[in-house]
């Protein structure tokens, strides 16, 4: 049986998930900012967010008891997490690139 989290922890585990959550979404942000914008900084932000995000699931690991199964699935995230930008972007791009073509053929008519 899963063993719930001690009272103790519940404010840890609380936070670190919401961390998990924000800095997420601010590693995904900079990362595209720094591909439209190309300014190192914004990319060297996008990656502290990013070890923000891992020390965020360390902390949740730590604090839920994590073992087993939630050990590994804490891994997959961390992993989707830096990687689901990156193929979002480029799926953006391969999208949006023939849109210029299309455009022009319904101008043309």
């Known amino acids: 049986m899963i ?11 609380f936070f670190s998930a919401a ?7 601010s590693y995904a942000l900079l990362f595209a900012w720094s591909k439209v914008n190309t300014n190192p900084r914004i990319k060297i932000a996008a990656y ?17 008891n994590f073992s087993g199964y939630w050990l590994t699935l804490s ?4 992993v989707g997490y830096f ?6 972007w480029h799926l ?10 299309t455009t022009n053929i ?4």
């Open 48 to 64: 502290f967010s990013y070890l923000v995000l891992l020390v965020a699931v360390v902390l949740l690991t730590k604090a839920a």
């Open 83 to 88: 990687f689901a930008p990156i193929g979002i």
């Open 75 to 78: 891994g997959v995230m961390v």
């Open 92 to 101: 953006c791009v391969k999208t949006h690139a023939d849109s210029d073509s």
């Open 19 to 25: 961390l998990i959550i924000m800095a997420g979404a």
């Open 106 to 109: 319904l101008e043309d008519k």
């Open 3 to 13: 063993e719930p989290v001690a009272l103790k922890d519940f404010f840890i585990t």
